[in-house]
């Protein structure tokens, strides 16, 4: 892990995660194959620099991504899900499903 803090238990994660609208769009860029920041910027209408650069610290710290940095000029930085990044997106697509579906 990249911090020198824990990963939180994984309920706390969840609801962090699901609670915060940019960290859904940012999971659905890199899903969608956007992998560098400026891309995530430019495709999520609203989003400041600040706040993107926060959500993307967050989703690493919590495993849910991995950052990759190129040794270029300028530096060239990606994210990618991890293991358990694509198997937390395949939870959220079980939430999306129940909610489409409705309760009854």
Known sequence: MADTEAAPPVARMVEDVIGCKWS?????CVRRGIVRPGEMERAIGGIRTKV???RLRKLVR?????????????????????????????????IAR???????
């Open 24 to 28: 859904l769009s940012v999971i659905d």
């Open 52 to 54: 993107l650069n926060e």
């Open 98 to 104: 129940l909610e489409s579906e409705g309760k009854g």
């Open 62 to 94: 919590y495993e849910i991504l991995s950052k990759q940095i190129y040794p270029e000029v300028p530096p060239r930085v990606e994210y990618r899900l991890t293991d358990f990044g694509r198997r937390f997106a395949e939870v959220l697509d079980h």
